[in-house]
Nanobody, 120 residues
Framework: VQLQASGGGLVQPGGSLRLSCAASGSIFSINIMGWYRQAPGKQRELVAQIDSGGRTYSIDSVKGRFTISRDNAGNTVYLQMDNLKPEDTAVYSC???????????????WGQGTQVTVSS
């Protein structure tokens, strides 16, 4: 199983970025997909997540600015980030809880991090 993340970069305050993370491999089903971030000197925090039924959760600091979604196949998760602020600067990593064909239980997988820098 692989998670391929993309979409980070440098953007000015008030700008937008869209992160994507695609899961591939011998996947039987995916339950939860989400995005975490870690800023320098801070602990990693959950930013937003979406389950297989489309229910979403996001932290208060990004509500109204960030939108998490999944594609119809359910293997790709997106994070649309609008009205970005300097405090959003962090390494963003995707995480998914999925079940492989070869296993009977769900396992958490991490994608590589992608840097998001919000600066003028």
């Amino acid at each position: 199983v692989q998670l391929q993340a993309s979409g980070g970069g440098l953007v000015q305050p008030g700008g937008s970025l869209r992160l994507s993370c695609a899961a591939s491999g011998s996947i039987f089903s995916i339950n939860i997909m989400g995005w975490y971030r870690q800023a320098p000197g801070k602990q990693r925090e959950l930013v937003a997540q979406i389950d297989s039924g489309g229910r979403t959760y996001s932290i208060d600091s990004v509500k109204g600015r960030f939108t998490i979604s999944r594609d119809n196949a359910g293997n790709t998760v997106y994070l649309q980030m609008d009205n970005l602020k300097p405090e959003d600067t962090a390494v963003y990593s995707c995480n998914t809880l999925l079940r492989e064909y070869s296993r009977s239980s769900y396992t958490a997988y991490w994608g590589q991090g992608t840097q998001v820098t919000v600066s003028s």
